[in-house]
């Protein structure tokens, strides 16, 4: 039967509208002939409906895909339908096929598992959908809200309740049929079966701590990753064993993983320490994981924290002698075959930063950089010399692109010059009787004169009564929330912007370049904190992944929120190093060599050096928010880096995963050059 | 005294961007005014050792971004707030005006289980500038606004001549207490923290 003929649905012009594309091909869901067939097509209802409820089907923003959400009652039957809205793809990318591969057609919820729903503090609340047969649709994004009102109104008309395991996860119909429930819980992989339920609890409780999960649990997420391939559903003639087995794969692959990298980080643990020590490192380590699998054998001293290769070693503390000679004959084997391998995989040391007639070897005749990839790898690796910086900067930030000739490139200076001093005039030109009827002008202008003079004023550049290059960042910063008037002024914007004036010492070319950080970095200043929500989840995420133990203590502390990263990802590090090491790790970021996302790296790394400080000091919230604070000043860039830099090759794949589509620093299109302009002039 | 006690205060400083909070819990911690105070980013806070009547409490006071679309962090740090300190500048009608806006999204966000007799205190700060020249709001109008939100103690600051600071925060972590004490006590009213005299202000209720 066809979900069709389900219910008559032909005053419903998103359905007719989608109706019109469909064809028989690019049905998303093959398996639609196991579906129920139990209704008849008179007496349908809609009992819930909700508007703007968007798939994100790529990390890109402009990728994504909203739609109609709505709740059908027939029968004694309950369906669930998304259609996405016709003709709003905001990407020449998603072609309308696309987007029906992602329209939900009439799904039964006699076909519904359980629905995982999150609700973070900041950004969009979403839910995963999963099927029984171990499907489940990409995440659904509420960004007008309502995801209560959707679970209030299911429970009206199916059995539902809260997994036991896991609050946030709502299991439907799970009493009808227990043999059936434990023969698909043995197919399905754990990542999907959420926890056998104790006894119905009520859907509406305890709002305020509901609010307050800021992050949600990384099993569900993962039920997530296999998702967004929405093709793939296509092809497999037994969805779920097919999906069973990849999630199964994936999972046993983290696992591996996690167990590969700390031997990794265990091992290689070289740099910068004796191979005396490295042994004593490796032997705390897996002396460490004997004590876990043992709980009897707990350390009397309460904050006592298994090492991790990554933390600062204040000194050789621990001896464990009796441990030795076993452990030492592993080690030792380990060292010598894997060594090679290891220290490939272990951050590499810096280089000095890339020099004069260096550069010159990057470009050809007419100034274009032949090897766009290697140059970013080289600077990677060593930054750029302070005065390369002002040619080298506007190709990383992608104001400029690698294949611009000088002559282009001079030639985009004097065009873009006369664009700036335009929108710049836009505010010039307010008469002070215009701008008295002209509030939202006169509030950011006013926040923009509070923040220009308490930027960097220590510096020489800054310092003084009517600096001029003070003068500058406000000029700027006004014509940017002309240019970007939906953004508009955030504080932070001024941090951003310093350094970058600084460099190029140029009115017109700071504004572009700045410009084209905002195009990456613009979401973290959202009013709704979505690309901040998202980057301190992803976070949360990596550190499960690459230190459960520290994962778990923020949990036990009630720390999973990632606030006390906030001034970290809002300015990219910039009130946590000195303006030289901050131009510096920024260049290095902007290469988007090994990750776009190597902040977050960074962070997960910084966070580890210090994890036994944190774990074993037992530091509550707020005393870890100050500690975080009071680290401005004293991270070692170079030695965070390298952790960094290890930290995302161990993390690969998985790594990748674990950071949800939309993350800033996203980029409007990768296709192997790093970012074509999108209003490239010549 | 019943003999359970607290002795962490917690309390936060809200207010436009720019209207002084940073100087205001420095000046009041550290005893120092720096013109080079960066716009803050997120939050932080200060610790001081706080004594009365033979009791040493913790105060612990929250300075928080002032920009708006900065405020649903609030969430993540108001909880669990004793006291909340609102600043505005004299020299600024805006941050005046704000002023309801910061108490009740403070209200809303840290959902105080006594949200009509929360504490806050109202500091009118950069009284110095320009010898009180470029002033716009008067203390009548603040005063009047603070006597029609059930009577919140109100006090005209200079973060950066030390005027006023040691005695608002006075005021501050007594009310702090209170609330302390009212939490997990149930005898209220019994701090008696006797009557200070303070230059240019109505003094603590307490």
Redesign the interface.
């Given at each position: 039967m066809q979900e069709t003929e389900l219910y008559d649905l032909s005053d419903d012009a998103d359905y007719a509208a989608s109706q019109q594309q469909q064809g028989s091909a690019s049905m998303m869901r093959s398996d639609s002939s196991k579906r129920s067939s139990s209704s008849e097509p008179e007496g349908a209802e809609v009992v819930y409906t909700k508007d703007n409820v968007t798939i994100h089907p790529t990390q890109f923003a402009s990728e994504r895909i909203s739609g109609r959400l709505k709740l059908i009652k027939q029968g004694s039957s309950l369906f669930m339908t998304w259609f996405p809205y016709k003709g709003q793809s905001s990407s020449a990318r998603l072609s309308e096929k696309d987007m029906n591969l992602y329209t939900i057609r009439a799904v039964p919820f006699t076909e519904v598992r359980s629905i995982r729903r999150h609700t973070p503090a900041l950004g969009w609340q979403y839910i995963i959908v999963v099927l029984s047969s171990g499907l489940a649709f990409p995440p659904l994004y509420f960004y007008n809200g309502g995801v209560r009102e959707f679970l209030a109104t299911i429970k009206q008309h199916v059995f539902l309740m809260r997994s036991a395991e896991d609050a946030n996860v709502f299991l439907v119909n799970d009493l009808q049929n227990p043999l059936q429930r434990t023969l698909s819980s043995l197919e399905l992989p754990r990542a999907v079966v959420a926890g056998l339920p104790s006894a119905p609890q009520s859907l509406v409780e305890s709002p305020s701590q509901e609010h307050l999960k800021a992050v949600g649990e990384f099993h569900g997420e993962s039920s997530s990753t296999f998702q967004y391939g929405g093709r793939q559903r296509q092809k497999g003639h037994d969805p779920t064993r097919d999906i069973s087995i990849q999630v199964l794969e994936k999972f046993s692959l983290v696992t591996k993983f996690a167990r590969e990298t700390s031997q990794l980080f265990r091992e290689t643990h070289s740099n910068g320490y004796g191979s005396f020590e490295r042994k004593r490192n490796s032997q705390s380590a897996i002396d460490y994981t004997q004590k876990e699998a043992d709980p009897a054998k707990k350390v009397p001293n309460q904050s006592f924290v298994p090492s991790d290769p990554l933390e600062k070693k204040p000194n050789i503390e621990h001896n464990h002698d009796e441990e030795t000679s076993a452990l030492v004959e592993t080690f030792e084997l380990i060292d010598c075959k894997e060594f090679d391998k290891l220290s490939l995989v272990w951050g590499k040391p810096r280089q000095p930063p890339l020099g004069s007639e260096e550069w010159a070897t990057f470009l050809d005749s007419e100034g274009r950089v032949v090897d766009a990839k290697a140059l970013r790898k080289r600077i990677f690796y060593g930054g750029v010399e302070h005065k390369l910086r002002r040619e080298v900067w506007s190709f990383l930030l992608g104001y400029n692109t690698y294949e611009s000739t000088d002559a282009e490139r001079e030639y985009q200076r004097s065009v873009k010059k006369k664009e700036y001093e335009m929108i710049k005039h836009q505010w010039q030109s307010i008469s002070p009787e215009q701008a008295k009827r002209f509030t939202k002008f006169r509030e950011r202008k006013g926040l923009i004169e509070k923040d220009v003079v308490r930027t960097d004023r220590s510096l020489p550049f800054y310092d003084g009564d009517d600096n001029p290059h003070v003068n500058l960042l406000h000029d700027i910063l006004l014509t940017y929330s002309f240019y970007n008037f939906d953004l508009g002024y955030c504080q932070g914007m001024s941090d951003l912007l310093s350094p970058i004036l600084f460099v190029m010492e140029d009115e017109s070319e700071s504004f572009w370049c700045f410009v084209a950080l905002m195009e990456r970095l613009g979401p973290n200043f959202n009013r709704d904190q979505s690309g901040m929500h998202s980057q301190l989840f992803a976070i949360s995420k990596l550190v499960e992944l690459l230190d459960l133990p520290l994962h778990n203590y923020f949990k036990q502390n009630d720390c999973l929120n990632y606030f006390f990263c906030f001034r970290w990802i809002l300015i990219q590090f910039k009130r946590e190093f000195e303006y030289e090491m901050i131009m510096r790790l920024w260049e290095v970021l902007w290469t988007h060599y090994l990750s776009e996302h190597l902040h977050l790296y960074v962070c997960v790394a910084i966070l580890k050096r210090h994890r036994s400080k944190i774990m074993g000091e037992q530091m509550d919230f707020d005393t870890l928010l100050k500690f975080i604070n009071e680290l401005s000043g004293h991270i070692d860039l170079d030695a965070i880096l390298r952790d960094a830099e290890a930290l995302c090759i161990c993390a690969g794949e998985n790594g990748a995963a674990c950071i949800p589509p939309g993350t800033p620093p996203s980029l409007p299109v990768d296709n192997g050059s790093l970012y074509p302009q999108p209003d490239e002039v010549l | 005294m019943p003999s359970r006690r607290r002795t962490l205060l917690k309390v936060i400083i809200l207010g436009d961007?720019?209207v002084g909070k940073t100087s205001l819990m420095n000046q009041y911690v550290n005893k120092k005014f720096s013109?080079?105070?960066?716009?803050t980013?997120?939050?932080?806070?200060l610790t001081k050792e706080v004594q009365f009547e033979d009791r040493l409490f913790t105060l612990?006071i929250w300075d928080t971004?002032?920009?708006e679309?900065?405020q649903?962090?609030g969430?993540?740090?108001y909880?669990g707030a004793d006291c909340c300190v609102l600043v505005y500048d004299v020299n600024s009608m805006?941050s005046f005006d704000n002023l309801n806006n910061w108490r009740e999204e403070f209200l809303i966000q840290a959902?105080p289980s006594d949200p009509e007799n929360f504490p806050f205190v109202v500091l009118g700060n950069k009284i110095d500038v320009d010898g009180g020249n470029s002033r716009v709001v008067s203390e009548k109008k603040a005063r009047a606004w603070c006597a029609s939100k059930g009577n919140i103690p109100y006090f005209e600051t200079s973060a950066k001549e030390g005027i006023n600071v040691e005695e608002a925060f006075q005021c501050i972590a007594k009310n702090a207490l209170k609330t302390g004490e009212e939490e997990e006590i149930y005898l209220p009213d019994t701090i008696d923290v006797g009557t200070s005299s303070q230059p240019r202000s109505t003094g603590c209720e307490c």
């Open positions: - | 961007s720019g013109n080079q105070y960066k716009a980013i997120g939050a932080d806070f612990q971004a002032g920009q679309r900065f649903s962090l969430v993540a740090f909880r805006k959902s």
